[in-house]
């Protein structure tokens, strides 16, 4: 057992899985020799090798293309956007040809799409984006968002291993800041589960990534202070989207508060609002409630950034009006 | 016939400064100077204000470059457009946006030249054609298409001037942009400015093709090289293809070889496993600022008084641009949906 951050567990699992199986390798802007804007993959170049871990030319449409193009042939790529705002610039490969591929030819496509995502660290509109409800809305592509360290090393593990296309969206704003518990044997977190990080019976909270810290903080401040009981589920994965413990979390509450850090229109937080108005409509004591960032683009002013993003108050103030419905 | 020149004619001849082509008044060549110290100044404060944490983010700093965007800006009209990527501080002082909204707006502040909401990659100024101030690697590059066709359809003789990195030249819209430009014979002029890194990446080990420049090859479009490190010949690269653009509306692609002398960012080493710290100390002795200073006080264009008068007005207009940018307010909470519709 390690005491590991959030990035030392994404590198754990990676290198893990290089080890392995030697049809994986990496790809990505400056992630050799540099070791990779946010140091994921410090010392793996000196490691595994450059024909295992490739420095590629700026241009993520070609990053991303290649990988399919890989993967076809055998590989097993690993490829990093330096931020997931430029997986904008690929777009086309991931939709298109990366998603299709399995339905179309019954062949597979095992890539995985690394995406530092999120706000919070001041980055203004190009360099905030948590864009992972584009992608969902696209049959053919599987969507990890882990959390905490021990499920960032499980879940890249269970992404490398996965013969579909996969898009692991790592949060920025924990790579530092969230440490944990993180075996050091082989284990992966089975893509599709949700896990409940806290239990509780008076309300759930529906969440994942970034927010499933704040939300943590918030249920247990009002557990001193209210003497309230927050179930706090962390979806872990949205593509499989666990529906079972979802509708079963809110069976038990009847009352439910879905969080995220994406902006609120379109967002995961309407799919998941949805499910459960249409399946768990006779267990609910209150309407559904959805904070998530404000639909605007991400100001880069600190001020403004706080007022935009969710945040621990943020989530207290909605959790008590919902106790009071 | 070829004439003949006396000795006396000769002597006269060779003394004339490399300049003497270009109708640039001692007045220009010295306001040359002072925008280049400009930029330098104002940007090794945002350094110290980045240590302080007034500024936060991405920041870019140009030190180093300041000879390419002063001179190329220096070449165009008022009415001509303007784009830049993220390396936007030099740019926007150099096309005279006032200090005080760019500190403001690295600063956060709704004040700023883009109300605090961009930070250092969203520099802009409607007044001054100044377009941004753009994140995405290579995203703005067609957008400078769109200007130059926007003017041309309109019937104005305004030219847009394109700035990138040479790391840009490598997405695929940067080519599907000079295809564009070349075939409907856009007024545009490419400034890629070569500073041999992408971030961490040297031009060798990601360019099949070196001599960036010679990729407008493919398109048959007008290119060459300068040394950027030299206003002069930055301000003569670029006129040349601006009074291209401006009187036969035909594009070009110039490569400006500089180099920065700061890390990437301000989060970045200055040197790393990617480049050496002796080269940054040889490439520095380079350096535009002292190199164009000492030029001009040989050729008695700037006397020593001046220089230090100018040091000391442009420290004057740093210090006026953080008390200010310290000052001003945040960006009120509702301003924030403000501006997301017309
Ligand atoms: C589409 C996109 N991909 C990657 C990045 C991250 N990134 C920012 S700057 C940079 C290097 C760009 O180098 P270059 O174009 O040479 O400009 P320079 O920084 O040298 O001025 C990279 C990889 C980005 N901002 N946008
Ligand atoms: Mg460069």
């Known amino acids: ?325 | 016939m070829a004439t003949v020149l006396s000795m006396k004619e000769k002597t006269k001849e060779a003394r004339k400064p490399r300049w003497s082509d270009l109708g640039l008044s001692s007045a220009r060549l010295v306001d040359f100077y002072k925008r280049m110290l400009l930029i330098r100044r104002f940007e090794e404060r945002a350094a110290q204000e980045y240590g302080k944490s007034k500024i936060g983010g991405f920041c870019h700093l140009y030190i180093g470059q300041e000879a390419v965007g002063v001179g190329a800006i220096e070449a165009l009209r008022e009415d001509d457009y303007i784009f830049s990527a993220y390396r936007d501080h030099g740019h926007a002082l150099a096309r005279g946006m006032d200090p005080k909204g760019i500190m403001a707006e690295l600063f956060g502040k709704v004040t700023g030249c883009s109300k605090g909401m961009g930070g250092s990659m969203h520099m802009f100024d409607a007044s001054k054609n100044f377009m941004g101030g753009y994140g995405i690697v290579g995203g703005h590059v067609p957008l400078a298409a769109g200007t130059a066709f926007g003017t041309k359809y309109l019937g104005k003789d305004s030219v847009t001037l394109c700035f990138f990195g040479e790391a840009a030249a490598n997405q695929g819209v940067f080519h599907e942009t000079l295809n564009l430009a070349a075939l409907w014979k856009l007024p545009v002029v490419f400034v890629c400015e070569n500073n041999r890194y992408g971030m961490g990446t040297a031009v060798e080990r990601a360019h099949a093709v070196w001599d960036i420049y010679q990729k407008a090859s493919a398109y048959d479009m007008a290119r060459g090289w300068f040394d950027g490190m030299d206003v002069i010949e930055s301000y003569r690269a670029v006129k040349e293809a601006v009074d291209r653009a401006r009187t036969s509306s035909e594009p070009t692609m110039l490569e400006a070889r500089t180099y920065r002398f700061r890390g990437h960012s301000m989060s970045d080493p200055i040197h790393g496993h990617y480049r050496t710290k002796e080269e940054v100390e040889e490439q520095k002795k380079s350096d535009p600022i002292p190199r164009f200073a000492e030029e001009l006080l040989r050729g008695g264009i700037l006397t020593q008084t001046a220089v230090d008068d100018m040091e000391a007005e442009i420290k004057a207009v740093v210090n006026e641009a953080v008390e200010f940018a310290d000052q001003s307010p945040e960006p009120p909470a509702e301003f924030l949906h403000e501006n997301v519709y017309v």
Not at chain 1, 46 to 51: L, P, R, V, Y
Not at chain 1, 173 to 198: C, M, N, Q, S, T
Not at chain 1, 262 to 288: K, Y
Not at chain 1, 301 to 319: C, D, G, R, Y
Request: overall charge negative.
């Open chain 1, 1 to 325: 057992m390690a005491f590991l951050t959030y990035i030392e567990a994404i590198s754990k699992g990676m290198w893990e899985e290089m080890e392995r199986d030697s049809s994986v390798f990496l790809l990505g802007e400056d992630i050799g020799e540099f070791g990779g804007a946010f140091k994921a993959t410090q010392g793996f170049l000196q490691h595994f090798g450059e024909d295992r871990v490739i420095d590629t030319v700026l241009a993520e449409s070609a990053i991303l293309g290649a990988s399919v193009g890989a993967a076809l042939a055998g590989m097993k790529p690993v490829a990093e956007m330096q931020f997931s705002d430029f997986v904008t610039c690929g777009f086309n490969q991931l939709v298109n040809n990366a998603a299709t591929t399995h339905y179309r030819w019954n062949i597979p496509v095992p890539m995985v799409v690394r995406l530092p995502s999120g706000a919070g660290i001041h980055g203004g509109p190009f360099h905030s984006r948590n864009p992972e409800a584009w992608f969902f809305h696209q049959p053919g592509l599987k969507i990890v968002v882990p959390s905490t360290p021990y499920d960032a090393k499980g879940l890249i593990k269970a992404a490398i291993r996965d013969p579909n296309p996969v898009l692991y969206f790592e949060h920025k704003r924990l790579y530092r800041h969230v440490k944990g518990e993180v075996p050091d044997d082989d284990y992966v977190v089975e893509i599709g589960k949700a896990d409940v990080k806290r239990e509780g019976t008076d309300i759930s909270v529906i969440t994942y990534g970034g927010t499933t810290h704040q939300t943590l903080e918030a249920a247990e401040l009002l557990r001193q202070e209210n003497d309230m009981s927050v179930e706090v589920l962390d979806l872990r994965s949205l593509v499989p989207l666990d529906k079972d413990a979802i509708l079963s979390s809110v069976r038990k509450t009847g009352k439910v508060l879905i969080v995220h850090e994406d902006n609120l229109t379109g967002g995961i937080g309407a799919e998941v609002a949805a499910l459960i108005a249409e399946f768990a409509f006779q267990n609910l004591d209150a309407p559904i409630k959805r904070l998530a960032a404000l639909d605007t683009p991400t100001p880069y002013s600190p001020t403004s950034e706080e007022f935009f993003l969710p945040n621990k108050e943020k989530i207290v103030n909605a959790l008590k009006e919902l106790a009071r419905y």
